[in-house]
């Protein structure tokens, strides 16, 4: 595996690996990788000939009072498990090379994807989400792109925004990596504390209540919503965020669950905001 952190130099060598005929895998990344990213990366490798694995802390998506300056971040262990997954160029670029004019006048937004759940939490982030893989996707040009559906708001944000600008990028979404207890796994892990660790399974449990209770048939999502807020109230440690039933392609609550559905929700604890997700369908 190369590493680059240009990218004129990245460019370079993919303009190489196309004059050969051969197929780009794109996964971008924050850094600190784990198991999960590891699952992107080898899903790539079976799907394309040449893999990049970008590792950049994109400070659009982070607001003043968030965790940027404390994000998790180890490029000698993203190196290592990167190159272990099979990845042929690691793209490590600082920000004065993404955004080398300072602050960016340009940014993407998905209004209608972006503005619920994430979006109403985190309201700048989905910007800088949109934004940091558009450009992404300029620089490295024609790929199939692989992303977590962990993040299944932002998997839909960016499946929509490159068809809708037209790039010439097919985005696949990878089934959530987790631990043996149900946690997603997720950088922000390393935050919790031990008790915090055995706590943050009351998300997944939750969304299990959920589709448990959808798949019983009840059809009413005000009511699945009440089942899984009421798992993670239960839990001395986690502070509920969110809890939603929605329509997978539009995020949209439906009246009545009539059809596959996507349960997504978010916990607070001390020092680490967790998400997760999984989808539901009623019975026929």
Known sequence: MKQVVTIEELRSELCA?????????????????????????????????????????????????????????????????????????????????????????????????????????RPTHFAGVATVVAKLFAIVGPCAAFFGEKDYQQLQIVTRMAGDLSFPVMVNGVPTSR????LARSSRNVRLDPDERDSAVCLSKALNAGAQTIESGIKDPAAIVQVMEAVIDADPLGRLDYV??????????????????????????????????????PPT
């Open 17 to 121: 690996i196309r004059s050969e005929g051969r197929s780009v895998g794109l996964v971008p990344t924050m850094g600190y990788l784990h198991e999960g990213h590891a699952c992107l990366v080898r899903a790539a490798v079976a799907a394309t000939d040449e893999v990049v694995v970008s590792v950049f802390v994109n400070p659009l998506q982070f607001a003043p009072d968030e965790d940027l300056d404390t994000y998790p971040r180890d490029l000698d262990r993203d190196r290592d498990l990167a190159a272990e997954a099979g990845a042929s160029l690691l793209f490590t670029p600082t920000v004065d090379e993404m955004y080398p004019d300072g602050p960016v006048l340009t940014t993407v937004s998905v209004d209608s994807l972006a503005g619920r759940l994430e979006g109403a939490s």
């Open 179 to 182: 631990e043996d207890d149900g």
């Open 244 to 281: 939603a039933v929605v329509d997978p392609d539009t995020l949209e609550v439906p009246e009545v669950i009539a059809g596959p559905v996507r349960l997504l929700g978010a916990v607070h604890y001390r020092a680490a905001r967790l998400i997760d997700n999984r989808g539901a369908t």
